[in-house]
């Protein structure tokens, strides 16, 4: 049967239908709920992603908290405890082995708290891109490429409808919920899925104007103590081989800066093999972010 057609038969009224029970001495007692409701039935394929996209975000959460970078996907697993009419509830539990091991010695309730958290702030964050009137949420972290792609994946299975997260506990085989649920209605989820996608764009667009071990030299530099790499900046260079004038350059290593500052002598008396993205205003080259410097080049004497 063809993955849609399985997925709307799934959907039709029904009672629910629960898995086979595990055992649950393999599995954390606390478990993150993920409610997708929607008018529509959801691919296969889309709903694959989602989880994929779902499974990705938690695990940085718990690398995040738990500083264990070498967990394995196998170590945490989603399941889909029942499929309702137009609805589909699913249940992630952290699988035996290290990952279980290392998370019953902390809270686990900081792992769920910091994916709801999270998960909050890059809706704000994208639907403020999208369009949204509502505004990011305030001190937190600039989102990823990762995490765009990852929401994009996860938002798409919602269709025109809505997420919600909850936390949940399994005791003695049944589950029950411990805190109200976190839902993010259709309409914050489609300016999500409108920014998020255009933050992938823009970084595409960036990596393909991205230049590699190009020759820069600096006919112009501040030395101003407090400047920061990234910020606004009057440092200039030219690379001849992208443009001929000189162009605002910005420094996205604080320490390639310093070391350019820094180093003895005249800066402007030698050139710097870089890589470096340009930013172009209607197909013109207006400003460089030296991504990074791989050496220096003495200028010979004319």
């Not at 629960?18 to 055992?23: M, V």
């Not at 170590?75 to 290392?102: P, S, V, W």
Request: glycine share 6%.
């Amino acid at each position: 049967m063809h993955p849609d057609l399985m997925m709307q038969e799934l959907l039709k009224p029904r009672h629910d239908i629960s898995l086979p029970s595990c055992d649950t001495r393999d599995y954390s007692n606390e478990r993150m709920g993920i409610n997708f409701t929607t008018d529509q039935p959801i691919s296969a394929d889309e709903l694959a992603d989602a989880f994929k996209g779902v499974s990705a975000l938690y695990r940085r959460e718990v690398e995040k908290i738990t500083n264990a970078k070498d967990l394995q996907e196998a170590e945490f697993r989603l399941y889909i405890t029942r499929i309702e009419t137009k609805c589909i509830d699913a249940e992630m539990a952290a699988y035996a082995g290290n990952a279980l091991q290392l998370i019953q010695m902390m809270d686990y309730t900081l792992i769920i708290d910091g994916f709801q958290r999270r998960f909050k702030e890059l809706v704000r964050a994208f639907a403020a891109r999208g369009g949204s009137g509502t505004p990011p949420v305030e001190h937190a972290s600039p989102p990823s490429l990762m995490e765009a792609k990852d929401m994009v994946k996860v938002i798409k299975a919602a269709g025109n409808g809505s997420i919600a997260i909850d936390r949940r506990l399994v005791e003695d085989g049944h589950t029950r919920t411990i805190e109200e649920r976190i839902e993010f209605s259709p309409e914050a989820l489609q300016d999500a899925y409108d920014g998020a996608s255009a933050f992938i764009a823009e970084h595409d667009e960036r990596a393909a104007a991205h230049h590699h071990k190009v020759l820069l030299y600096l006919p112009q530099l501040n030395f101003d103590k407090h400047q920061q790499a990234g910020k606004n900046s009057p440092d200039r260079g030219v690379i001849e081989s992208i443009w001929k004038r000189d162009l605002p350059i910005f420094w996205m290593s604080e320490m390639d800066s310093r070391m350019v500052k820094g180093q003895e002598g005249n800066p402007s008396k030698v050139s710097y093999i870089v890589d470096v993205n340009v930013e172009t205003k209607q197909g013109v080259p207006k400003i460089y972010r030296v991504m990074k410097i791989h050496g220096i080049v003495e200028d010979s004497d004319e």
